[in-house]
């Protein structure tokens, strides 16, 4: 499995919103702006028949109706594109389409495929997805989940069951670290060095404010890695 962090950042940072790509075909929420990261670094959107979104907050869900529409200009979506994501994102799509004021979406809807999942549901296809609710603050549902049994991401969220649960079955956990110390929306980093602690697993922290970023690299906490907006690895 190759691992891409197309983006790293909270809202308010200079870094994009987070994103992960997997294998070029499965793209893990659309934060705004992520058409053109994608385009700008080479990566080929062509190739992205999954979208899997973690909640249907605008930061992750904004380039949707554009990512649609590149496939579509590209008629790559005549090859089914596959959405994703916890209840209501069906609904979220066709409504950012239409406030966008883009109509083109009728004309592709038999190519586009709504999954919305259950929590703790497993679906399998090309890849193994579970999901798993996580706290989010007022946010419902809001889904962490875990790909082919190894990898793990937190999506937003606060420290929780459903993030422990993550993190102990997967290998490496892609977390949600916006905030020095955690509150009841988002993790802090003194939640991820618990979590690493407990369970002997890296972290690479996601989602981060800057000065999250900053204290995370003058902190240097094992097991807790900090990485640049396009970072690679293998799982
Ligand atoms: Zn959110
Ligand atoms: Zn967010």
């Not at 999942?117 to 989940?145: C, D, M, R, W």
Request: proline residues 3%.
């Amino acid at each position: 499995m190759n691992i891409t962090l197309i983006g790293t950042g909270a809202i308010y940072s200079k870094y994009n919103n987070a994103c992960t790509l997997i294998n070029d075909d499965i793209l893990i929420d659309v934060p705004n702006g992520i058409l053109k990261t994608l385009l700008r670094n080479n990566h080929i959107p062509e190739k992205i028949d999954k979208i899997l979104i973690t909640h249907l907050h605008g930061d992750h869900t904004a380039d949707i109706p554009f990512l649609l529409m590149y496939l579509y200009k590209n008629k790559k979506v005549e090859r089914n594109t596959y959405i994703i994501g916890p209840k209501g994102i069906e609904n979220k799509v066709k409504q950012l389409c239409q406030i966008y004021h883009y109509h083109f979406l009728e004309k592709i809807d038999s190519y586009i495929q709504y999954r919305e999942l259950k929590p703790n549901e497993i679906l399998e296809n090309t890849y193994k997805i579970q999901s798993f609710p996580v706290l989010h603050g007022k946010e419902k549902p809001a889904y962490g989940y875990i790909i082919d049994d190894k990898l793990g991401l937190t999506g937003d969220c606060a420290f929780c069951e459903g993030v422990q649960t993550i993190v102990k079955n997967s290998e490496i956990t892609i977390a949600d670290c916006s905030r020095i110390q955690g509150d009841e929306s988002h993790m802090g980093i003194d939640n991820l060095s618990f979590l690493a602690k407990e369970y002997h697993k890296t972290l690479i922290a996601t989602h981060m404010k800057d000065e999250t970023r900053e204290e995370l690299e003058n902190l240097k906490i094992a097991n807790i890695l900090v990485k640049e907006d396009g970072y690679k690895f293998e799982l």
